[in-house]
């Protein structure tokens, strides 16, 4: 029955790992941009969350909305007043700019915050399903990080706004023509990733201690995700994430948690050279 506990702990991490890379993924499908600022602006929203509920007492599933929304606006401004000025550039440069971005955000928060890990304690107790235990706060992470997920495949899926991001992801130059207005389609595009950001830092400040050090760990985790189900689709970043989660979780079990991370590192390169498109990708967007 162990290997029961070790699936169900897989699943919460995969939903928060799915939460965690659809905005990356999505931004990198549709702008072509690689946003190194991605990792920071997870951290950024998990200290958040964390402030509101210690100074506050703001709950954190409270705080989750009005933190996406204010990282929703950073990631606007940021895009309309930067990013989209260099974003027909090559795809270096666009890396350098958001890599520097990065360093300011980093060292902000190192400077206002410290790298002090924190976590927001709920303490709601446990689910206990037989053999299998979890604490409520995983269950409400895992069931949340599900939400979001569908609720963007949904966006994407059903409304004028995620139709227009599609097209453009497709054929930029015909969406163009058809007269869908790119800038604010990029500029709307790149503020959902950075708010769904701030949303995945909200839910994991209630699972585990967030710093800055974290940063560059959960970018790398994005792109492992990315690269495991493929770049710029919902669905693909929710199989990337449930893999991972589960490979980490079993390779911890085998091989000792410290190697688990390594081992999902290892996968990425393997499917690289194997399969660049990943397991749900279209060849074109590796």
């Not at 995969?14 to 993924?25: D, K, N, T």
């Not at 210690?54 to 409270?62: N, T």
């Not at 919902?234 to 390779?251: D, K, N």
């Amino acid at each position: 029955m162990v290997y029961l506990q070790v699936l169900v702990n897989g699943l919460t991490l995969g939903a928060l790992y799915a939460c965690l890379a659809v905005g990356f993924s999505l931004v990198w499908g549709v702008l072509n941009v690689i946003n190194m600022l991605h990792g920071s602006m997870i951290i950024l929203g998990g200290y958040l969350t964390y402030f509101a509920w210690l100074h506050w007492q703001v709950h954190p599933l409270v705080a989750l909305l009005p933190v996406s929304a204010l990282l929703f606006a950073l990631g606007w401004a940021l895009q309309a007043g930067m990013v989209n000025r260099l974003v027909q550039r090559p795809v270096l440069t666009t890396l350098t700019l958001t890599f520097g971005l990065d360093l300011i955000l980093y060292n902000a928060m190192n400077v206002l915050f410290d790298a002090t890990p924190r976590r927001v304690t709920l303490d709601l107790g446990t689910l206990v399903l037989g053999d299998v235990v979890i604490a409520w706060d995983r269950v409400v992470a895992f069931a949340l990080a599900l939400a979001l997920t569908a609720l963007l495949y949904g966006v994407m899926r059903s409304s004028r706004a995620g139709r227009a991001i599609v097209a453009v992801r497709m054929d930029r130059d015909a969406a163009a023509l058809m007269g869908i207005r790119i800038n604010r389609i990029y500029a709307a595009t790149f503020a959902i990733g950075a708010g769904l950001a701030g949303a995945c830092g909200a839910l994991m400040a209630m699972v585990f201690p967030v710093t800055t050090n974290l940063s560059g760990l959960l970018l790398g985790k994005a792109f492992v995700v990315c690269v495991i189900g493929g770049l710029g689709t919902v669905p693909g970043a929710l199989v990337g994430g449930m893999a991972l989660g589960l490979i980490e979780s079993l390779s911890g079990h085998w091989f000792g948690p410290q190697n688990a991370v390594l081992i999902g590192f290892v996968l990425m390169l393997g499917l690289l050279m194997t399969r660049p498109t990943g397991l749900l990708g279209r060849r074109g967007y590796e």
